[in-house]
């Protein structure tokens, strides 16, 4: 059976649903007005990235397009690195939130999904058959994951700096 662009984009949808959730859940624990800000607009572009990856299967669906990849084997790589990486669709967001500590820690949570994502959309985008599915539109989503992965390390390297002057 070939993996089905239905499959990815179910992935990428859900991933993008549970990292708005953490966001949300976040900006509850958070003190820092800034901070709060950054997590409010990031959990809004994941809402607009959930958005993007619905239109794409729908499109796809419309052409009854396979993505190249072969197997199930790459559609069980797909999820098994959503699962373990990422915004886990099997996790809770307040569960996970509930392990850190202090803002770094949820910063670097976060930063770590946002790696992830992006090493997952360029994997998914390695398995669309063709522009006619939206690639370009996918190269926009890891443009903006990477622009929030930029953030947050900005954010996590000021506090650092902040840290070190007291």
């Not at 820690?105 to 006619?132: C, M, P």
Request: some cysteine.
């Amino acid at each position: 059976m070939n993996l089905k662009s239905n499959d990815i984009f179910d992935i990428a949808i859900q991933i993008e649903k549970n990292g708005r959730d953490f966001y949300l859940r976040a900006i509850e624990r958070l003190d820092e007005g800034g901070l709060k800000e950054l997590f409010s607009r990031l959990a809004d572009m994941e809402l607009v990235h959930a958005s993007t990856f619905v239109e794409l299967k729908a499109m796809c669906a419309e052409r009854g397009e396979p993505a190249k990849g072969p197997e199930d084997a790459a559609v069980s790589y797909l999820k098994a690195f959503a699962r373990g990486h990422v915004f886990d669709p099997a996790e809770d967001a307040a569960a996970a939130l509930a392990e850190l500590r202090t803002p770094e820690d949820v910063l670097k949570r976060a930063i770590v999904a946002e790696k992830d994502s992006i090493a997952l959309y360029t994997g998914i985008k390695a398995f669309i058959a063709d522009d006619q599915c939206g690639r370009e539109k996918i190269d926009r989503v890891i443009a903006e994951e990477m622009n929030h992965l930029a953030e947050l390390s900005d954010w996590l390297e000021r506090r650092a700096d902040t840290d070190g002057d007291g």
